[in-house]
């Protein structure tokens, strides 16, 4: 035999040999141009040719509707300012089977450039996951040139979808807001929907990226979809340099096709949130020990506390049922000031505690509140330190420079003495010491994380934000700053977590770098996001609280929706808990106000939503109820928060906000259709309903308030 028609044989047998591997593994094969990804519910197409790759077509299984055109160019950057895309000239080096950790199987393609790209190579990861129509996209770069490359303006995900913009609409904003034509998102687009009225179909665009950096656009050019990582010319420019020899991985994407749906919020509901719940790794879906019922005493005391009010405080929480106990924002002083008179809550940066208002320490502390059953929670900043403390005296160098080359405070235009340190030196390490310290040494179970440390949630002008230092060890310009900060952030949240595992980090909405912003990037480090702070009154602050919640959830995990100020001793602390229940109930105030009789209330709700965190894991869960949109005064609104795993039951909350309507027909998805449910008024187990799960989704029962503004939770059980 000849040798060349050995080396085909071989070939052939290699060939098949990973055809069946990948086919039995990894939902994808390789015939020696061709990759498929198919998993039995979406399928996709890529072909390799002398140019390089493209998707030939994107289907469901079910369905001949092709969502991809094939002149798609499958990926794009700028590698030293030129451009280049899956076109660019690309040969295979190899196909191989690709996995993770949550059940995602598929493939990874090597590429190598050629012509112009010579000494670039790409390691494109595709992953799809099993029962769901979802397709999750990485490229990694590796430069093996012999010089520095710098890599900018990535779409990891470029498509042109195939139906037009005409009769689409793009639903933008976490999926809640519509606009028409040409869009391109920012940092409130985790997610965009387009979709064909025409067709009924659709398609979600998902993107994984941080904060500021995240970009995703429609119909820039005809019909175009882009996903990935902001241009050179958007505000918050995305830059990362390689060195000779070494590669970088970029945030993942994703794409979830739909058909037969007049609604584009039922692909929310039903196959993002099965994603993000079983596939995607975000850490509240991770943790063991959720918190159920947290107090936060940030209002009304501020600063003003000491060891002494904190413990009968503590006291009155415990005797309302609630079990995680946090202390926020003043414990703290300086290291050369922990024990004088004019130390203050502002001083930041040293973590020591201030002596003054707890004498015998932290750990005193919140070993007698551990007594009265309070797991315990702390407040810090993540990255900033004032100018007198000692950590930068000693390390002015670690602080974030201004253009003009200046230390500077990112957060915010007060506080002119506080700075924030930058992550892109070895301030990482000395704060993840600290915190590990205070975690390790306090029995901590809470970290609420703060504080700007990329980007603000104040300061409008955009040059007021990165870091412009030039002699940082970890960045090298303004532009490459923000996702060294990002990342370098991440990998402290991972080490606190591999440290102590069951830690629940609540990063706040300032660390993300954007009022109310939350994304996956920070839900797949952060188990938490303390979202705002909202303190008027009933009706007023339940209803801001609902609105916030529907608009952000069910695109991001409701559980990791943390919304303070409300207070447990208002006077309508009932009708506002009733609306906490929809996130993650958190409260502020002063418990020691309240008689008897309203803890003993309280309390009963606190059990209550125990008892369902416990037998319907309800807080994994939440979908829109159906009939019930936005919430808007004059009207009714609700959610649903029901286990479509085992289908054995939930929660469903239903408002009355100020509607002349006094009876509502309500319904409810994803139960078993042919096993009879129990209806029960919370907090009470008494029996109002007993339907079927098909009678409760087609017919619903009917849920009846004399009152304006009121509100009614619901068990469903079997």
């Known amino acids: 035999m000849k040798i060349s028609s050995l080396r085909n044989v071989l070939l052939f047998a290699l060939f098949y040999f990973i055809h069946l591997f990948a086919v039995a593994q990894n939902f994808a094969s390789w015939n020696g141009h061709k990759v498929i990804l198919d998993n039995g519910f979406v399928k996709k197409e890529l072909v390799i040719s002398n140019d390089g790759i493209y998707t030939n077509y994107l289907k469901l299984n079910n369905s001949d509707l092709n969502f991809c055109n094939n002149q798609s160019k499958e990926f794009s950057f700028l590698i030293d300012s030129k451009s280049y895309d899956g076109t660019s000239g690309w040969a295979l080096i190899n196909f191989a089977a690709a996995k993770d950790d949550h059940h995602g199987y598929g493939a990874t393609i090597n590429l190598k450039g050629t012509k112009e790209l010579t000494g670039i190579e790409l390691a494109v990861t595709y992953l799809l996951y099993p029962g769901l129509p979802v397709i999750r996209k990485q490229i990694t770069i590796i430069n093996k040139t012999d010089k520095e490359i710098m890599l900018e303006s990535l779409d990891v995900d470029k498509m042109i979808v195939d139906f037009s913009y005409v009769e689409s609409v793009v639903y933008t904003n976490y999926g809640r807001q519509k606009k028409l034509s040409t869009y391109v998102g920012n940092w409130d687009d985790p997610i965009l929907i387009v979709h064909s009225y025409q067709k009924s179909a659709g398609i979600l665009l998902g993107n994984e990226a941080p904060g500021v950096l995240k970009r995703i656009s429609y119909n820039t050019s005809m019909n175009d979809a882009n996903i990935g990582l902001t241009h050179t010319d958007d505000k918050y420019p995305f830059r990362k340099f390689i060195e000779s020899g070494d590669k970088w991985a970029s945030p993942r994407t994703f794409i979830i096709p739909y058909i037969n749906s007049l609604d584009p919020w039922q692909v929310i509901n039903t196959s993002l949130a099965t994603f993000q719940r079983k596939n995607m790794g975000l850490r509240i879906f991770e943790i063991k020990n959720r918190p159920y019922f947290m107090y936060n005493n940030y209002i009304p005391f501020f600063d003003k506390f000491n060891d002494s009010l904190l413990t009968s405080v503590a006291k009155a929480t ?42 015998d320490g932290l750990p005193s502390f919140f070993k007698k509140i551990s007594k009265l059953g309070l797991e315990s929670g702390l407040w810090l900043s993540v990255g900033s330190a004032v100018d007198s403390s000692s950590v930068f005296m000693n390390h002015p160098e670690w602080a974030v420079k201004d253009k003009t080359g200046k230390s500077a405070n990112i957060h915010s235009y007060y506080d002119v003495d506080m700075k924030t340190m930058c992550f892109g030196t070895d301030w990482k390490e000395y704060i993840k010491q600290h915190l590990i310290n205070l975690v390790k040494e306090n029995g901590l179970k809470y970290l ?126 009932i009708q506002e808990l009733k609306t906490l229940i929809g996130t993650f109930p958190i409260t502020c105030g002063d418990p020691r106000k309240l008689d008897p009789s309203k803890k003993a209330e309280i309390k009963m709700w606190a059990e209550w939503i125990l008892q369902m965190q416990k037998k319907h894991c309800y807080d994994l869960f939440r979908q829109d109820l159906p009939g019930f949109g936005e919430p808007i005064e004059g009207n009714w609104d609700g959610w649903a928060r029901i286990n479509t795993d085992t289908k054995e039951g939930g929660i469903i909350g239903v408002y009355r906000q100020g509607s002349l309507d006094e009876i509502r027909t309500v319904s409810v998805k994803g139960l078993e259709k042919n096993k009879i449910y129990n209806i029960k008024l919370a907090p009470f187990a008494k029996i109002l309903f007993k339907m079927s799960g098909k009678a409760l989704e087609e017919k619903g029962f009917k849920v009846k308030m004399d009152q304006y503004y009121d509100s009614k939770l619901f068990e469903i059980t079997l």
């Open 318 to 359: 415990a005797e309302c049922g609630v079990k995680q106990f946090e202390i926020d924002w003043g414990w703290q002083a300086l290291q050369n000031a922990y024990n004088k008179a004019d130390a203050t809550s502002t001083q930041v940066g040293d973590w020591v505690v201030n002596k003054r208002k707890f004498p």
């Open 448 to 573: 609420k994380l703060d504080y700007s440390v990329a980007t603000s949630a104040y300061i409008n002008e955009y040059e007021n934000a990165g870091c412009f230092a030039i002699d940082h060890p970890f960045h090298k310009d303004r532009s490459e700053s923000f996702i060294v900060i990002y990342e370098r952030l991440f990998d402290l949240f991972d080490e606190l977590h591999k440290e102590v595992p069951d830690l629940y980090i609540d990063c706040t909405f300032e660390t993300a770098g954007k009022l109310q912003l939350i994304d996956f990037a920070f839900c797949e480090h952060a188990e938490g996001n303390w979202l705002t702070n909202i303190v008027e009154d009933f009706p007023v602050g339940s209803f801001r609280i609902r609105n916030l919640a529907w608009w952000k959830s069910p695109a991001m995990p409701a559980s990791s929706l943390i919304i303070g100020d409300l207070q447990i001793n208002s006077r309508d602390f």
